[in-house]
């Protein structure tokens, strides 16, 4: 197996070369799905599939990465990691499907949503004809991206966060706030009004990788809340513990595994590592959103603010990236025993 420290790249682009090199050099088939919006870069823009296993197996793990496109890097690491790790250990009636850069037009701009600036991770939605109001985020859609990112307008804007926090506390604005919003098409957490191209095309990609299973399962890797280094096992396939930050989200990518035809309720974990305070992480998505609809991204400004984004979501020191590593393969052996029927470990 590859060693972790030699298993995270810069960006998108070389993250993506490296999967696809190593998977080669295995020899394991990989699947290829272009971005209908591929031409606006240098290089293809994708989403990469590979398969580790039989195509009549009756377990199936899906291991996802960059759902939202400012992790990609984090949870491609590990994928480069059980390319080789799996491809000697997985058991005969078992399969392992990576897909690498789920929201492959935000892993390559190196933003949270997708080309419409939908957040995958709020667009699951069964009718979208009924599009919930969220009152919370209207309080504060205003503040939290506002139209200047400098002077007295932003002042003005963080002051109304912290007002907000004040009076209602962190754990409303985590939990009600950023529950996701269908109201703002230009604002944080926007949850889209039809589905993304990203959501259908991984629907697809789940029914096709599950014909035949008894059962199948998701890790989704993702970073941003929590500790520092400490992996989050989320359980989206049972009720969230009370006062959670993430208690009141709805429409995570892991219930497309309910799409799929198999006999058997799936496993759905949303694996969240911590990186830096809250706050931080916060102002570095309200940063990029200021960008996308008033910035200038190729100004020095809108450089530092992309800077800031990705050094709020990825930690780049040796014990942070080993606890990545560690923790998803640790996570990902124990879904495949309880795929299999063994004593539930997570």
Request: charged share 25%; hydrophobic share 35%.
């Amino acid at each position: 197996m590859i060693d972790f420290r030699d298993c995270y790249s810069a960006d998108y682009f070389e993250a993506r070369e490296r999967f696809l090199k190593h998977a080669k050099e295995l020899d394991l088939p990989s699947e290829t799905f272009l971005h209908p919006q591929s031409s606006e870069f240098d290089q293809d823009v994708a989403v990469d599939v590979v398969r580790i296993g039989s195509i009549e197996a009756k377990y199936v793990l899906f291991v996802t990465s960059g759902v939202h496109g400012t992790e990609l890097t984090a949870g491609s690491g590990p994928q480069l990691q059980m390319l080789s790790h799996f491809n000697e250990s997985l058991p005969a009636d078992t399969a392992l499907v990576l897909v690498h850069a789920m929201n492959a037009y935000g892993s390559a701009k190196l933003t949270r949503t997708d080309e419409n600036n939908v957040d995958p991770n709020r667009n699951i939605r069964a009718d979208f004809s009924k599009l919930p109001i969220n009152e919370s985020y209207r309080e504060l859609h205003s503040a939290l991206c506002p139209k200047e990112w400098q002077g007295e307008g932003r002042e003005k804007a963080d002051a109304g966060i912290t007002h907000y926090v004040e009076e209602k506390g962190v754990l409303a604005l985590t939990q009600d706030v950023l529950q996701g919003q269908y109201e703002y098409p230009d604002g944080i957490f926007y949850g889209g009004k039809t589905e993304s191209w990203c959501v259908s095309n991984f629907t697809q990609i789940v029914k096709d990788h599950a014909k035949g299973a008894d059962q199948i399962a998701i890790v989704d890797i993702h970073t941003g809340v929590g500790p520092y280094g400490f992996g989050e096992v989320m359980r989206v396939d049972r009720p969230a513990p009370a006062d959670v930050e993430w208690e009141n989200i709805g429409g995570f990518v892991c219930d497309i595994l309910d799409r799929a035809d198999c006999p058997k309720a799936p496993i759905k974990i949303l694996l969240e590592f911590g990186t830096y305070e809250f706050d931080r992480v916060l102002t570095g998505l309200r940063g990029d959103n200021w960008l996308r609809h008033h910035g200038d991204p190729q100004s020095s400004w809108g450089r530092q603010i992309k800077r800031n984004l990705r050094d709020a979501l990825f930690a780049n020191d040796e014990k942070w990236l080993g606890d990545i590593s560690r923790q998803s393969l640790e996570v990902c052996e124990a879904t495949l025993q309880e795929l299999k029927g063994a004593s539930e470990t997570i």
